[in-house]
């Protein structure tokens, strides 16, 4: 059997554990974790530095009118810099996060690092990979998602074969796992619901990237993987493979990209 090629997602709280962040950076190339925004709603309301954390953000946190909205905003934006400083084994301030056309964060000079968030009910999850793009969708496991409702919206002809004789809490529940990762493999595109679902497809029992007819349409360069979250999420990661020589050490020495080091060389 091969091994797995994306790491288990990791349930995080604003002390940790961070440690095993860069762990799984190492033994996979990725890392996925995972928490509740009430979680981070003490570290939101009490830290001291919350302005300096925020960098760019902070403009656009307090426009929001919404104290729910802003409480979540920021537990979003403190989990993605608190992972990413975890690989990066620098202090979270030191880190901007920017927004690429659509929405997608990155990490502003560190190309080696993609990064990809995803948000649902009090779920927050993020994914880091060192190798490739990523993607992280969640769903509520309990969605009803009805194949025969959906079927011509997100399936290609070969899942619909597959799904169609299944059980129908089977097909259901299969349908919502099908859901995230076409989700997860499209963020990770940086496309989002502008690729279509019924452009691609998955083998129901492989978990391969299939073209509309059913042939592969990958080489093994693609890895997917679902997990349940907190018992009652469905969390579904796709992670590329580039074929780069990456680097092991995720240090911000050997990641930050070789032009903003130098510009930022200059300024000081």
Known sequence: MDQPRIAPPLHVRPAGPWR?????????????????????VPAAVTEPRLRRLLGRDWTRYRRLPDPTVRLRFVASRLLMKYTAAAALRVDPESLEVSYRLGGRPYLR??????????????LMSVGLSRDGRIGVDAEPADRQMR????????????????????????????????????????????????????????????????????????????????????????????????GLDTSHDTSARTTLDPGFAAAMADVF
Request: hydrophobic share 40%; aromatic share 10%.
């Open 109 to 122: 000079g560190f190309d080696q690092i993609d990064l990809s968030l995803t948000h649902t009910g009090d």
């Open 20 to 40: 095993r962040v860069p762990e799984h950076l190492a033994a996979y190339g990725n890392a996925v974790v995972y928490t509740t925004w009430g979680e981070w």
């Open 147 to 242: 194949f025969d409702l959906l079927q011509a919206q997100m399936c290609t002809p070969s899942e619909a074969a597959e799904l169609a004789p299944l059980p129908q809490d089977e097909q259901t529940a299969e349908t919502l796992r099908l859901w995230t990762l076409k989700e997860a493999y499209t963020k990770a595109l940086g496309q989002g619901m502008r690729l279509g679902f019924t452009e691609f497809g998955f083998g129901l029992r492989t978990g391969r990237l299939l073209a509309p007819d059913g042939h592969r349409a990958s080489r093994g360069e693609w890895s997917f993987a679902t997990h349940h979250a907190l018992d009652r999420y469905l969390l579904s990661t796709a992670c590329h493979d580039a």
